[in-house]
């Protein structure tokens, strides 16, 4: 069973600098793909998530939330026709909010921010610990999307749905 | 009635800062300037954690006291949903590849007190890959906590660039 690690809160560059890459190639013997730059990977062999929570909090130079969820929870979501009916524009980005546990309690969706009026942050669908969403690619995204952590109630990280489909892409469905 | 309460305020300031050691006539020239240059090297220390995405050097700039005030794009902030705020929006940014300030402006208010005014400009990337560009101009009112100058009201407006 495949896995996939989103890290949360870590940049190439600043503060908590790792490179992506880099951290990739140590886990090779898992066969291990770097997705991106925010901290995202495929873990092709298998391996207990207990373990490969070990071995990335050893790895990695800060301490970070780490969420890890199974490849095929990945696949089903991209499969899945989320945006149906929604606009596509250059201005608006499709996301998916990876969740480090189930929330206790969770707000009924869609959800939009702000609340009324015209939305900035729009959350369409929950699969499990998966939100899927899009915002308009403007400054308040950024506090906008902040929101969900205390919307939920839990910390979670998000990325493009293209990153998404890239990692959907790597897995194949045969390794899942 | 609303007039009548910021004239109160207005006058109740003027007097707590005449009443102030240190106020403004009995700074000397080179003083003034000692106190603007401590103030700009804060807030540059801000820019440079943004830069670096240093969520400690960010919060560092912030005091945690009793009546901070963020005001933001309509909204007012206290200490604490600011620093929920800034944390969670940290987390969403991957980088930040520039952030600049300019047009900037120092107010010595007193010995441990200033404003300071700018103009900012900054990018970041977030953790799905969209570079997002915004602009705008800031006020900090800020005090010195034993030496460390901090923001105790502050506000400002996001202009998208």
């Known amino acids: ?176 | 009635m609303t007039r009548f309460r910021t004239i109160a305020h207005a006058t109740l300031a003027a007097g707590a800062l005449a009443c102030s050691a240190g106020a403004p006539a009995d700074l000397t020239d080179a003083e003034r300037a000692e106190i603007t240059a401590a103030v700009e090297a804060s807030v540059d220390g801000y820019r440079e954690a943004a830069l670096s995405r240093n969520l400690d050097g960010l919060l560092a700039l912030w005091a945690n006291v009793d009546g901070f005030v963020l005001a933001a794009d309509g909204e007012i902030a206290d200490y604490a949903a600011m620093e929920t705020g800034l944390r969670a929006e940290m987390a969403t940014i991957q980088s930040v590849p520039y952030f600049e300030l300019s047009d900037r402006h120092t107010y010595v208010l007193a010995r441990d007190a200033a404003s300071h005014t700018t103009r900012y400009r900054w990018s970041a990337v977030l953790t799905t890959g969209d570079t997002l560009r915004v602009r705008g101009s800031w006020v900090y009112v800020l005090k010195n906590f034993d030496g460390a100058w901090r923001v105790v009201h502050s506000g400002g407006a996001h202009v998208p660039e």
């Open chain 1, 1 to 176: 069973m495949a896995l996939v690690v989103l890290l949360r809160g870590v940049n190439v560059g600043g503060h908590r600098t790792f490179r992506p890459a880099v951290l990739a190639a140590q886990l090779q013997h898992l066969g291990a793909v770097n997705i991106g730059a925010a901290g995202t990977f495929v873990i092709r062999q298998p391996v207990s998530r207990t373990a490969l929570r070990a071995e990335l909090v050893r790895r990695l130079p800060f301490e970070t939330e780490i969420m890890i969820c199974e490849g095929r929870e990945i696949v089903r979501l991209v499969s899945r026709p989320h945006f149906v009916g929604q606009p596509v524009s250059r201005d608006i980005t499709r996301f998916v909010s990876v969740m480090a546990r189930r929330p206790k309690e969770a707000p009924a969706l869609p959800l939009q921010i702000p609340a009324t009026g015209p939305w900035d942050v729009q959350v369409v669908a929950r699969e499990d610990r998966l939100l899927v969403g899009q915002y308009r690619r403007q400054m308040k995204a950024i506090s906008h999307l902040g929101m969900l952590d205390r919307m939920f109630g839990v910390p979670l990280t998000t990325r493009n749905w293209n990153t998404m489909t890239t990692i959907a892409r790597v897995l194949g469905a045969d390794a899942v």
